[in-house]
């Protein structure tokens, strides 16, 4: 094989790795900053967060339900307030006043203009709870 072939053999191995990288399809099951599913008494599955999460939702998806609750309230009993960004635009901020409830918020998402298969959803807690860096209780989440 000449020096030409495999110079083209090498360019056509990296384009193709670099196409599959760009829309993995794996990366729906991807998180960051969300600890492992759990189940409270009645039944709701769900999973704390920590101080930031992230996790990816299908991106012809134009709104969703995020469910959340905060069960620590913030320094001096104020609300804990979560700042949801989609793909790093600013979707909304969501004050949790009473820390019991669970809060079902319904949030428009902006159209998706890429040719990917997911985009990702970044969740920012105001305050965190020690010794385990507790953020916010998530629910599953709703797209539509």
Do not use: C
């Amino acid at each position: 094989m000449t020096r030409r072939w495999k110079i083209a053999l090498i360019t056509l191995a990296s384009a193709a790795s670099l196409a599959y990288l760009y829309d993995p399809p794996w990366i729906g099951d991807v998180t960051s900053g969300l600890r492992a599913w759990e189940e409270d008494p009645p039944g709701t599955r769900f999973r704390w967060t920590t101080g930031r999460g992230t996790f990816f939702i299908p991106s012809h998806a134009t709104e969703m339900i995020l469910p959340l609750r905060a069960v620590f309230p913030g320094p001096n009993g104020t609300a804990v307030n979560v700042e949801v960004r989609d793909d790093g635009k600013l979707v909304g901020t969501i004050a949790l006043t009473n820390p019991a409830d669970w809060v079902r918020t319904r949030m428009s998402l902006r159209p998706s203009t890429s040719h990917r298969r997911y985009q990702r959803i970044d969740l920012s807690v105001s305050r965190v709870v020690p010794p385990f860096t507790l953020g916010v209780m998530t629910g599953v989440v709703e797209t539509r």
